[in-house]
């Protein structure tokens, strides 16, 4: 038995179960429910999960919460695939909307990944992340680890490390209108950049780019903090041209308080694509610091975008 196709808080659901893997009670699925846009309350959600129970989707797991049976992983992989093509712009424009950091004052919320990882292996993982950002292929200077929160299972650490989407809530706020165009992956020789080896679409995929490139074995960022020659990850923003000007003001005020500045900027940024009515903004990805700990051998789980974070959090080291 199929999900029928108005029934969309079931399949968020699913969702989020998979994205998260780990147990899950209907408090939580409830607050990131809210997070996508389906404000329901616990009960409703405790309704919908004895349903997907009853399918043989879900199964409880003691008093922890809920995780996916092989028929719900199924189901979610096959499940309305259509409306899953621009699933993760959706989410991550979400996320932009919500930061609200202001470089003027070095205040607001900014965007977080959140990485899980075994609590023997968090100081190794934090140095793996700083060796990005001391040789400067992050997007922040730093990390943090996040302490006394739900979705960390016991015997695991959360490592906070901030998302590049905050750069485009600060766009918007200071009524530059943005656009995620590409994630890709950005080829170095001697610490120059040679140009983008793969560009994916953020509007056309139903999974993160950068994510995937990762998992698909697609990078080699430890070679590149190490010797400059390498692939790392970057993400291609397009801005209007006249807005330019107050672009570079903007990105110059972050850089004063830790953020890395763009690789390039420009009508044309390497071997992206012309555009002659907008301004390229190529930047590095904080999925490089992921994608670094990966390639060191770390078992890293991460949640991309997973929520905002007040930016006074994130100061100072880790």
Same mark, same amino acid.
Request: glycine fraction near 12%.
């Given at each position: 038995?199929?999900? #029928? @196709?108005?029934?969309?808080?079931?399949?968020?659901?699913?969702? #989020?179960?998979?994205?998260?893997?780990?147990? $899950?009670?209907?408090?939580?699925?409830?607050?990131?429910?809210?997070?996508?846009?389906?404000?329901?309350?616990?009960?409703?959600?405790?309704?919908?999960?004895?349903? /997907?129970?009853?399918?043989?989707?879900?199964?409880?797991?003691?008093?922890?919460?809920?995780?996916?049976?092989?028929?719900?992983?199924?189901?979610?992989?096959?499940?309305?695939?259509?409306?899953?093509?621009?699933?993760? #712009?959706?989410?991550?424009?979400?996320?932009?909307?919500?930061?609200?950091?202001?470089?003027?004052?070095?205040?607001?919320?900014?965007?977080y990944n959140l990485s899980f990882v075994p609590?023997?292996?968090?100081?190794?993982?934090?140095?793996?992340?700083?060796?990005? !950002?001391?040789?400067?292929?992050?997007?922040?200077? *730093?990390?943090?680890?996040?302490?006394?929160?739900?979705? #960390?299972?016991?015997?695991?650490?959360?490592?906070?490390?901030?998302? !590049?989407?905050?750069?485009?809530?600060?766009?918007?706020?200071?009524?530059?209108?943005?656009?995620?165009?590409?994630? =890709?992956?950005?080829?170095?020789?001697? =610490?120059?950049?040679? =140009?983008?080896?793969? /560009?994916?679409?953020y509007r056309g995929t139903t999974i993160d780019?950068?994510?995937?490139?990762?998992?698909?074995?697609?990078?080699?960022?430890?070679?590149?903090?190490?010797?400059?020659?390498?692939?790392?990850?970057?993400?291609?923003?397009?801005?209007?041209?006249?807005? +330019?000007?107050?672009?570079?003001?903007?990105?110059? +005020?972050?850089?004063?308080?830790?953020?890395?500045?763009?690789?390039?900027?420009?009508?044309?940024?390497?071997?992206?694509?012309?555009? @002659?009515? *907008?301004?390229?903004?190529?930047?590095?990805?904080?999925?490089?610091?992921?994608? *670094?700990?990966?390639?060191?051998?770390?078992?890293?789980?991460?949640?991309?975008?997973?929520?905002?974070?007040?930016?006074?959090? $994130?100061?100072?080291?880790?």
């Amino acid at each position: 038995m199929r999900l #029928i @196709p108005s029934e969309r808080k079931y399949l968020e659901i699913l969702r #989020i179960l998979k994205d998260h893997q780990d147990p $899950m009670g209907a408090k939580r699925l409830s607050e990131i429910l809210a997070e996508r846009g389906f404000v329901l309350t616990d009960r409703a959600v405790q309704y919908y999960l004895r349903y /997907l129970d009853e399918m043989g989707f879900t199964r409880k797991v003691g008093n922890t919460g809920r995780v996916l049976t092989r028929e719900g992983m199924a189901e979610t992989e096959s499940a309305l695939v259509d409306e899953r093509i621009g699933f993760i #712009i959706s989410k991550l424009e979400r996320l932009a909307f919500r930061s609200t950091f202001d470089p003027a004052t070095g205040t607001g919320d900014v965007a977080y990944n959140l990485s899980f990882v075994p609590e023997e292996e968090a100081a190794g993982l934090v140095r793996s992340f700083e060796k990005v !950002s001391r040789a400067g292929y992050g997007f922040f200077s *730093h990390c943090r680890i996040l302490d006394r929160d739900p979705r #960390i299972a016991p015997g695991q650490v959360g490592i906070l490390s901030l998302c !590049s989407i905050t750069l485009d809530g600060v766009f918007q706020r200071s009524g530059i209108p943005v656009t995620m165009a590409y994630g =890709g992956r950005l080829a170095f020789e001697g =610490g120059k950049v040679k =140009g983008f080896l793969d /560009l994916i679409g953020y509007r056309g995929t139903t999974i993160d780019p950068l994510q995937l490139f990762i998992s698909a074995g697609l990078t080699s960022i430890r070679e590149v903090v190490a010797s400059g020659t390498g692939v790392a990850l970057a993400n291609v923003r397009e801005v209007p041209v006249p807005a +330019q000007e107050h672009a570079r003001d903007l990105l110059s +005020q972050m850089g004063g308080w830790g953020f890395t500045a763009p690789v390039g900027m420009g009508n044309q940024v390497f071997n992206t694509p012309q555009t @002659p009515h *907008h301004v390229s903004i190529v930047s590095y990805s904080g999925m490089n610091m992921v994608g *670094h700990g990966i390639e060191e051998g770390y078992r890293i789980r991460t949640e991309i975008g997973a929520g905002t974070i007040p930016f006074s959090r $994130m100061q100072g080291s880790a």
